[in-house]
């Protein structure tokens, strides 16, 4: 047997009971864990929903094994390679857990949200749909939960029904119950809007489906990171996020799918680790998620994640939720101290990204007079367009929070937005 070597770093406990309570010395140590903001101290990141920062102790576990224990997994007899799978299968079953389920063959990986998304509609869905039937999703979703829905529709002659929004930019619900009929294959709906920060009601959302035993999808790449998820949680039947939006690494995602449509995942790539039996004639292929499994998979982007999800853990989502509803708070209520500003959609509940416009200034103007501020914000659709077209808009300015933001950082961008109005007019 070869020794297993120690991490370097380590997330300890008592760092852990230390980030706790997330006030501001706690913030500090909370940004000590990411190294970007050694290398760039004057950085205000304000550019979450589309990626978090990478904490330190996700590219150590990955990198640990990379150097010190890389094997192709599944595959091997020897030593290494067997420790490689354990330490992959057993994140699988930590991944699973922090989903609330102790079923690990619910947990695929994959790419990220883009693809797991993809992977629904065709593994599950495609093979089901016939011309006639619908699918239901809402305008408010990243094109990541629209185009594919979109396209199947086109292909399979089926209509797509797309739940509009309010004034508020709240989903309007009104038509859901008459939207979802036996024709429904799939309703697809994201947990948070990438572009007004909405939390959609997912209780009366997925009980509206549940009654009527339609499959649901949530895309909950802007909530996995401080909101409980995972499809027994949310009583869903597909649940899809991306690791590099929680801290963790780019190229890995995760789609869970509840126990009732497991036996319904089909293969969609061919090729080695998926099978059972290969013979000339015929290929017989293993269940769910192993068969989706085609190819060496991203194991250290897997460990990566797993660092990250224990990292999230150690910090405890409800105390990510109330240090960004208390960022969230205060930027609505500093940012209106800019003249010519309007915060876009008012809706009733809302977390970790406001959408804004500054009155006669291209939102790229925007994003590019702040960079001389060192202040990152997006800046454009948002991969929303059907959104921003519904909502009149070409494009929008866009600040996301995650956990080592402050209010100061919220008074840099408000001075340096007042700085610009002053210069523009
Ligand atoms: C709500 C939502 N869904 C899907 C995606 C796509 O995620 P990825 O690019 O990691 O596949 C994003 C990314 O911004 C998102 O915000």
Known sequence: MIGIVKLKYSFDIAEKLVLLKLNKNSIKKVRSHFPIFEAHPNLVYLDNAATTQRAQSVVTAQSHFDLYENANIHRGIYDLS????????????????????????????????????????????APRLQAGDNIVTTI?????????????????????????????????????SNFLDK?????????????LGT??????????????DIPVLVDAAQSACHFEIGVDPLNCDFLTFSGHKMFGPFG???????????????????????????????????????????????????????AALEFISGIGKPDMQSHLN????????????VPGIEIIGNPKRRIGIISFNLKNIHPHDIASFLNKDGIALRAGMHCTQPLLNAMGLQATARVSFSIYNNEEEINKLVASLKELMRFWS
């Open 252 to 306: 890995i995602g995760i789609l869970q799918v509840s126990e009732k449509y497991l036996a319904d995942m089909m293969p969609y790539n061919y090729g080695g680790g998926i099978i059972k039996d290969v013979k000339v004639e015929k290929t017989s292929f293993r269940n769910f998620p192993h068969n989706l499994d085609a190819g060496t998979p991203n194991v250290s982007g897997v460990i990566g994640l797993a």
């Open 140 to 176: 408010m979703e990243h094109h990541a939960n629209f185009i594919p829905w979109q396209m199947l529709a086109q292909k399979y002659q089926v209509e797509l029904r797309i739940v509009p929004i309010d004034k508020n930019g709240d989903l309007d619900l009104s038509q859901l």
């Open 82 to 125: 067997n420790q490689a799978t354990q330490k992959f299968e057993n994140d699988r079953t930590e991944i699973a857990r922090f989903l609330g389920s102790g079923n690990a063959n619910t947990v695929a990986f994959t790419q990220g949200t883009t693809a797991s998304i993809n992977i629904v509609a065709q593994s599950f869905l």
């Open 199 to 212: 939390i959609h009601p997912l209780d009366e959302i997925i009980g509206l489906a549940k009654r009527k």
């Open 326 to 337: 208390k960022l969230t708070l205060y930027a609505l209520d500093q940012l209106p101290k």
């Open 183 to 195: 024709k429904t294959k799939l309703l697809a709906v994201s947990h948070i809007s990438n572009t």
